[in-house]
């Protein structure tokens, strides 16, 4: 039998996250001790590892208890576990791709910069000219 405190330090998952996970339906609700201390199994401490390695690859939270529910049939067919990853790997492209569009704005606005003052700065005239939507104005 694992505390909470146990859980923790061996996933890596801070404690208010594991409750949060049982107030989600994540992780069943442990028995507690005579002292009214959640007691978790191996199951559980299993359990939390995979909730863990699913949000550090950025499933969110109704991918991975559909994950969750497939892993308890493991006779049957992947497909629909394949589409879930599937469908993360294509987000996490789209954020790359994001990202990238970013890194190329910021890279021209920092390579433009070489002023001496800030009135003169590049950087501080690039975020002015972007800082409103059209309809703000």
Do not use: W
Request: with cysteine.
């Amino acid at each position: 039998m694992y505390s909470i405190g146990d859980l923790s330090r061996r996933t890596g998952v801070k404690v208010p996250t594991i409750r949060y996970y049982e107030q989600m339906g994540l992780i069943d609700a442990p028995d507690r001790s005579e002292g009214n201390q959640r007691r978790y199994e191996r199951s559980d401490l299993d359990r939390l590892a995979f909730i863990r390695h699913a949000r550090d690859l950025g499933f969110p939270i109704e991918a991975i208890r559909e994950l969750l529910a497939l892993g308890r049939h493991p006779d049957e067919p992947c497909e629909r576990a394949d589409e879930i990853a599937a469908a993360q790997l294509g987000e996490v492209r789209e954020k790359i791709a994001r990202l990238r569009k970013l890194e190329h704005e910021l890279e021209r606005i920092v390579t433009h910069c070489g002023a001496h003052s800030v009135g003169d700065c590049y950087v501080i005239r690039a975020l002015s000219d972007h800082g409103l939507c059209d309809h703000e104005h």
